[in-house]
């Protein structure tokens, strides 16, 4: 049973920072892909930044230059590093990975951000 264990969100003030991590655990297989999306109230899920097992990334345009995706292979962990944040970055974040092949989500972590 494949699981993925948010950590790191919590209410910080506009222009602060956080960092979120996720743990995946319970695989036989190799992760490819991982990545990290959010839902804000009353809005859909979108993509925020993803990392291939090879380490190459991509970002959403919102948040390029603020965010950056990373992981640690080894831990089979991957991070969120959130800086300048602002009050639209409010949303709940959930990290993604794809193993085999399957997509896999954690359970969400809330991130607030105040003006």
């Known amino acids: 049973q494949v699981q993925l264990v948010e950590s790191g969100g919590g209410l910080v003030q506009a222009g602060g920072s956080l960092r979120l991590s996720c743990a995946a655990s319970?695989?036989?297989?190799?992760?490819?892909?991982m990545g990290w999306y959010r839902q804000a109230p009353g809005k859909q899920r979108e993509l925020v930044a993803a990392?291939?097992?090879?380490?190459?990334?991509n970002y959403a345009d919102s948040v390029k230059g603020r965010f950056t995706i990373s992981r640690d292979n080894a831990k089979n962990t991957v991070y969120l590093e959130m800086n300048s944040l602002k009050p639209e970055d409010t949303a709940v974040y959930y990290c993604?990975?794809?193993?085999?092949?399957?997509?896999?989500w954690g359970q969400g972590t809330q991130v607030t951000v105040s003006s």
């Open positions: 319970g695989s036989s297989f190799s992760i490819n892909a």
């Open positions: 993604n990975a794809f193993i085999r092949f399957y997509y896999y």
């Open positions: 990392i291939s097992s090879s380490g190459s990334t």
